[in-house]
């Protein structure tokens, strides 16, 4: 056996070498694991933004943790992570379902599911904060008084509006993801179903969902921890308000550095935020089991 046929069939035995992964690697080293450590750094000072960085001890964090207005930003962020959830979870997958069939007016939907995709946060959020105006919006230009109400400047509903926005924006995102799980799911599996005479309703909850089991843990992490990072959309739809009624925890972090100068609060915050993202990650990551990495279809 020659050197190069040995070489090549190691290679083959023990996968491609770990240096090919240096460069992501780097990467992610300087662009998020120094930064990380760098706010964690800054969470112990104080500092305005502007002049000399002082060692403040825990002055930030007690700051942060005894403030009511942190305590009711994690609430909004709670209530919008859930009912976001709720509502994107079964409609991203009936629709990823639906748009996964072969038919040409399924493609030419999903086509118009997918639009909201190529428009940014921001963009969305004044399209809608333009349209729900009860002066000059949607509501006075068709003469339907129910939509002329102040969607954005009440309390009890504004929340729900946020939540529908954000639903309006991702649902296509999620939607793409089961569509491409649906497709991967062997047809044999439906046709032999359909010889044992299972219907259209048996065979979603018998053959979809439980082929589409890693394919929801992952759309669900991205779901649930994409809410932490709900700021542009909703600094721009509602600044926050009315009063603290939007002011989620990214939000906050921002209005604390930027608007009150207050650095080390900030970055005590944003700890707080990535701590929350990889708790929740990692417990949906811990749903999927312990072979969550290996193919949905083995066994099948």
């Known amino acids: 056996m020659s050197v190069t046929s040995g070489s090549s069939r190691r290679a083959l035995q023990t996968g491609p070498s770990g240096w090919l992964a240096a460069p992501a690697l780097a990467f992610f080293l300087l662009f998020a694991i120094i ?5 964690l750094f800054l969470s112990f000072t104080s500092w305005d933004g ?3 960085i002082k ?5 930030s ?5 005894t403030d009511p207005i942190t305590g009711n930003a994690l609430l909004v962020t709670a209530k919008i992570m859930f009912f976001s ?7 991203s997958l009936l629709l990823g379902v639906f748009t996964a069939a072969g038919q040409k007016y399924r493609a030419a939907l999903a086509v118009l599911y997918f639009v909201p995709l190529l428009l940014s946060s921001a963009a969305v959020a004044i399209a809608f904060k333009a349209l729900l105006d009860p002066n000059f919006g949607m509501g006075a230009g068709l003469g339907l008084p129910f939509l002329t109400q102040d969607w954005l400047g009440d309390s009890d509903l504004v929340l729900f509006v946020v939540v529908f926005v954000i639903a309006w924006q991702f649902v296509p995102f999620h939607t793409l993801i089961y569509q491409g799980g649906v497709r991967q799911i062997p047809t ?4 032999a179903a359909q010889i044992d005479g299972a ?3 048996q065979q979603f909850f018998s053959i979809t969902l439980p082929q589409l089991k890693y394919t929801i843990i992952t759309s669900s992490t991205l779901m649930v921890v994409g809410s932490l990072a709900y700021f542009d959309l909703v600094f721009v739809l509602t600044g926050g308000g009315p009063g603290y009624a939007t002011r989620l925890l990214p939000l906050h972090m921002y209005l604390t550095g930027f608007k009150a100068n207050d650095m080390g609060a900030a970055s005590a915050l944003g700890v707080i935020l990535v701590v929350i993202g990889l708790a ?4 949906l990551q811990r749903l999927g089991g312990k072979n969550r990495n290996a193919s949905q279809l083995e066994g099948a």
Do not use: C, H, K, N
């Open 55 to 59: 060692l403040d001890g825990l002055s």
């Open 35 to 39: 930064p990380l450590f760098g706010v």
């Open 199 to 201: 219907g259209r309703m």
């Open 85 to 91: 959830f709720i509502i994107q979870a079964p409609i």
């Open 50 to 52: 502007l002049g000399e």
């Open 280 to 283: 929740l990650a990692l417990l």
């Open 188 to 191: 044999s599996l439906y046709e």
């Open 61 to 65: 964090w007690t700051t942060v943790l």
